[in-house]
């Protein structure tokens, strides 16, 4: 059974900082290319980053520079640092996991950004 359960979520205030995890198992998780999606209410689900089974990565435009994606193999963990939040980064984070066959979510974690 697959599981990615993501964690690190909160209210933080705006320049404030917060760390999500998403732990996964169930998968080779080297072989996935992983991402972090937010939600924000009234809003399409949309990529804020990812990072390749390779490790390259990208960023939405309006998280460069203050969002880093990581992950760590040997954990089967992926993070998402997230620095100098604004209120407009308040949202549902979302985990993906995803290859050429598969893609899997998991359930979210809030974030929440007061101004």
């Known amino acids: 059974q697959v599981q990615l359960v993501e964690s690190g979520g909160g209210l933080v205030q705006a320049g404030g900082s917060l760390r999500l995890s998403c732990a996964a198992s169930g998968i080779i998780f080297s072989m996935y290319d992983m991402g972090w999606y937010r939600q924000a209410p009234g809003k399409q689900r949309e990529l804020v980053a990812a990072i390749t089974s390779g490790s390259s990565t990208n960023y939405t435009d309006s998280v460069k520079g203050r969002f880093t994606i990581s992950r760590d193999n040997a954990k089967n963990t992926v993070y998402l640092q997230m620095n100098n939040l604004k209120p407009e980064d308040t949202a549902v984070y979302y985990c993906?996991?995803?290859?050429?066959?598969?893609?899997?979510w998991g359930q979210g974690t809030q974030v929440t950004v007061s101004s």
């Open positions: 993906n996991a995803v290859n050429w066959a598969r893609s899997y």
